[in-house]
């Protein structure tokens, strides 16, 4: 499924409509301010760390970082010793990095090739790259071994066309499923595998709280401030139309000034075709609940941003930039090299204000976050965060009250 004639024109009305509105919206709830210890308290933080990244599907890889039979890398976004590896029918699974005699780690290096097997440094058990337990010195030592039951345990991990997601809770529901309201626009991605290259992998610490980098990812209420010198420039901060999604997810547009247009200004060949025109009509990106954004640059760049708590005041910003266009020449690498260069610039230009934000919270000279309309997308994720931890669970000052249940369009 692609996304319909139907809705591609709703999505670019919805930021025509917007730019011409005066007023605040007839029917839509005036949003409470959001608790903002929930961005420094280390109670709320380990509730979200439970009930959020304990429970939910989280994008953590792209297939061309583990290219071969025998490629592993180190899960490092979350505290969990959670390992990729790359089997030889060319699967990626996902396992804890712990041998099942001792629990001594497998793998130190954040990445690298095993080769055919993964042997433990401590005392040399060894497992095939499908993680079955296939020898250990001195057997005779263990009598009545079930290696079966030794085998290594596995995290569930499935790929979303060329992207790698993992998810700690065994019961959670496919990712298919999960993804069901962002898939039914972006199925070509399914079929992408081996066309959506990645130009570049990059990490960065701030010290700030996991929400606000996210925040700043699916609002542009920022833009004629932030990105006054870049972004700007292009982009129509009022032309911004916006629509929640069930499972926490949403959908953005923001139009370029005077309905200007990418179209043939980037050299990317399409490979989203089924999105029409919305890649070339501005900056066009999707939330993925609770961490990831999908951000379009035209049809055939897209970059991909999440941000993961290390701490309650505390985050590791990764970005992984993709292009249907292959660095294989000088040329085609820096076109990918230089339009990279100016993303990443523009989405750092956000994190340059946000640990004032960070410290304010910290202060308590900050008791609420007030979110206007154009802010929505914040208040979905919150209410979303509340739900998946479970209200009862969260101190009634840190709770965020039900709004937006009669605003989640699909």
Known sequence: M?????LID???????????????????????????????????????????????????AHLDELPNAGDYRLVEQIPQPVMLVRGDDGAVRA???????????????????????????????????GGALVGLPDAASFPDL???????????CETWGPLVFINLDPDAEPLHDFLAPVNQDLSELGELTGRLHLIDHGQLAVDVNWKFPVDANIETYHVNTVHRDSAAKALDQSSTGIQLLRNGHSRMLIRMHDNRTLAGLLPFPAIFEGLGDLPDAGTFSYHVFPNLSIVFSGPGYVFFITNWPDAPNKSTYHTHFCSSLPSDDDGNA???????????????EDLSVLPGMQRSVEAGSLEGV?????????????????RMIGTERIPEQLRVEPMLGDHVEV
């Open 10 to 60: 709703s999505v670019k009305r919805r930021a025509a409509d917007e730019r011409e509105r005066k007023a605040y919206p007839e029917g839509f709830p005036e949003l409470p301010p959001v608790p903002a210890a929930r961005y420094c308290d280390a109670e709320f933080a380990a509730l979200e760390a439970d009930g959020v990244f304990g429970r939910s599907w989280l994008m953590v």
């Open 95 to 129: 396992f804890y990095n712990t041998c099942q005699h001792r629990g001594a780690a497998l793998l130190d290096e954040v990445a690298g090739h095993a080769g055919r097997r993964l042997t433990c440094p401590y005392h040399s058990w060894v497992y095939d790259l």
């Open 146 to 156: 079930d290696r079966e039951c030794l085998a290594l345990k596995q995290v569930r």
């Open 334 to 348: 820096k076109t990918n090299s230089d339009i990279t260069a100016f993303n990443r610039s523009v989405l750092f």
């Open 370 to 386: 007030r979110l206007g309309y154009q802010e929505r997308r914040i208040y979905h994720l919150h209410e979303t965060i509340d």
């Open 2 to 6: 692609v996304m319909s004639a139907t």
